[in-house]
């Protein structure tokens, strides 16, 4: 079955400062990943995804992250992080016909001033 | 392009009432799913539906769960007999038609809270 595990629950990172968000998947075909990012409140927004092709993406708000199919891992990366970065973030794989999304547990970033 | 849209955004119910959920999908967005999501966790997938056609549920939507698409454009999500373990965020998403793996978009949830 395909799972996804984020092994963070909680990062803190100075204002300024690069961050690196873990996600693990577990799938046996070639997968399609995302990231996704949850403010209080509010629905999931989507930073970048994953298909094919070149293994680094880039996504909105500078973020990007990269595909290592031989780690089967798929890390969130930041060089600078802003206040406003404070939020959940969720990697996810889709699978199966409809591609639904099977999400990790989510990893919540606190951004210190 | 108005997004997807939940409503209610809230709701608060006494155990075994039933609920009803609606979720209106970007136009022409032929894909509809339906997440539950609580505190701490990921969203897990309910059901999809593909036009009018519900395509798959998961094992976590148990008989007192059904889900509707009629015409193919909004669905309904009912809870029948609330419980409290159903107090969570319910997430619809919608999705184009075509390619294999294109973004879902998500709506900005209902929130359930079961006295």
């Known amino acids: 079955a395909q799972s996804v595990t984020q092994p963070d629950i909680h990062i803190t990172v100075s204002e300024g400062a690069s961050l690196e968000l873990r996600c693990n998947y577990s799938y046996g075909a070639t997968p399609y990943l995302f990231w996704y990012v949850q403010s209080p409140g509010q629905g999931l927004q989507l930073l970048l995804k994953?298909?094919?092709?070149?293994?680094l993406v880039q996504g909105i708000k500078g973020f990007e992250a990269e595909f290592k199919r031989s780690q089967s891992s798929f890390n969130l990366r930041k060089p600078s992080v802003h206040w406003s970065d404070a939020a959940e973030y969720f990697c996810a794989v889709g699978a199966g016909y409809g591609n639904k999304l099977v999400f990790g547990a989510g990893t919540i970033l606190r951004v210190k001033s | 392009d108005t997004g997807v849209s939940q409503n209610p955004r809230h709701k608060i119910t006494k155990r075994g009432q039933n609920v009803t959920f609606r979720c209106d999908p970007i136009?022409?967005?032929?894909?509809l799913y339906w997440y539950r999501q609580t505190l701490g966790q990921g969203p897990e997938f309910l059901t999809y539906f593909q036009n009018e056609a519900q395509l798959e549920k998961s094992r976590l939507l148990s008989d007192r769960f059904s889900a509707e698409r009629p015409k193919g454009s909004f669905s309904t999500l009912e809870i029948q007999r609330t419980e409290q373990g159903d107090s969570a965020m319910y997430l619809c998403?919608?999705?184009?038609?075509?390619?294999?793996?294109?973004?879902?978009?998500f709506g900005p949830g209902t929130r359930l809270t079961v006295l």
């Open positions: 998403a919608s999705r184009p038609p075509l390619r294999a793996g294109d973004t879902q978009y």
């Open positions: 994953y298909f094919s092709g070149d293994t």
């Open positions: 136009s022409e967005h032929n894909r």
